[in-house]
T-cell receptor, first 113, second 115 residues
Framework: KAGVTQTPRYLIKTRGQQVTLSCSPI?????VSWYQQTPGQGLQFLFE???????NKGNFPGRFSGRQFSNSRSEMNVSTLELGDSALYLC????????????FGSGTRLTVV | AQSVAQPEDQVNVAEGNPLTVKCTYS??????LFWYVQYPNRGLQFLLK??????LVKGSYGFEAEFNKSQTSFHLKKPSALVSDSALYFC?????????????FGAGTRLAVHP
């Protein structure tokens, strides 16, 4: 079955702009989580969506937001980009069952200049 | 608070030798533990998980991990390392808070396997 698809793979944006990243989970998976990976901070949890509802949110400013659609696809948006937002953004898909694991996409590499 | 520690930034191993990548955790309740591997410019690939049951968990690509509750450890092992195993390895614990879940990752350990 198809894996987790993240688009685009690479993005270059200018400070102050906004950006939208997309994630299509594995078919049948209802949970989508987003993580930010940077060399300095490592892997940090952004938020989780389940059945179109945000269930959990990490410690990020309000410039970071997301949503999930009825087909479980998710988008995350970052407004007023800062240089420090440059990172690899990873999406993780899961079924939501008690003993579930997470399947990650290949990520979107965002560079803010 | 739940946390994961990977005490080694880098592990160097000769090809054919056994490898161990260390992970310790701190969690309230029963831990759900994971190992992921990351190759350059790629996402995380799932290796194995411990939820319950046998302390020795077998995973992908010949990797296994041993869950030790008394030492709160979940070390990743492989009997014979390959050069292609060179990558960044992450240990993670799943935090369950208020019924909601997220993964808490260690800082990662870079594995370098030399020919």
């Amino acid at each position: 079955k198809a894996g987790v698809t993240q688009t685009p793979r690479y993005l270059i944006k200018t400070r102050g702009q906004q950006v939208t990243l997309s994630c299509s989970p594995i078919s049948g998976h209802r949970s989508v989580s987003w993580y930010q990976q940077t060399p300095g901070q490592g892997l940090q949890f952004l938020f989780e969506y389940f059945s179109e509802t945000q269930r959990n949110k990490g410690n990020f400013p309000g410039r970071f937001s997301g949503r999930q659609f009825s087909n479980s696809r998710s988008e995350m948006n970052v407004s007023t980009l800062e240089l420090g937002d440059s990172a690899l953004y990873l999406c993780a898909s899961s079924s939501g069952l008690k003993d579930y694991g997470y399947t990650f996409g290949s990520g979107t590499r965002l560079t803010v200049v | 608070a739940q946390s994961v520690a990977q005490p080694e930034d880098q592990v160097n191993v000769a090809e054919g030798n056994p490898l161990t990548v260390k992970c310790t955790y701190s969690v309230s309740g029963n831990p759900y533990l994971f190992w992921y591997v990351q190759y350059p410019n790629r996402g995380l690939q799932f290796l194995l998980k411990y939820i319950t049951g046998d302390n020795l968990v077998k995973g992908s690509y010949g990797f296994e991990a041993e869950f030790n509750k008394s030492q709160t450890s979940f070390h990743l092992k492989k009997p014979s390392a390959l050069v292609s195993d060179s990558a960044l390895y992450f240990c993670a614990v799943r935090r369950i808070s208020g019924g909601y879940n997220k993964l808490i990752f260690g800082a990662g350990t870079r594995l370098a396997v030399h020919p």
